[in-house]
């Protein structure tokens, strides 16, 4: 992620697409109640593999 100088920066999480999928099952049947534990810190910028991607919208009632 790119963050100007001034914005301060927001970290991240995700989970794998198999338990994403269990997820949504289960949330199609019972109410779920999850604990997430995270120690993400920024480490600066590294070269990586994974494609990450932001798709931006606007509401308009002229597109409905």
Same mark, same amino acid.
């Given at each position: ?14 989970? $794998? ?13 019972? =109410?779920? #109640? @999850?604990? *997430? ?6 480490? $600066? ?13 606007? =509401?308009? #009632? @002229?597109? *409905?």
């Amino acid at each position: 992620m790119r963050y100007e100088d001034n914005i301060s920066k927001v970290p991240a999480i995700t989970i $794998g697409n198999t338990s994403a999928d269990e997820l949504q099952i289960l949330l199609r049947t019972q =109410k779920v #109640t @999850a604990k *997430l534990n995270s120690n993400c810190r920024m480490k $600066g910028e590294k070269l990586s593999h994974s494609v990450i991607g932001e798709i931006t919208g606007k =509401k308009t #009632t @002229a597109s *409905l």
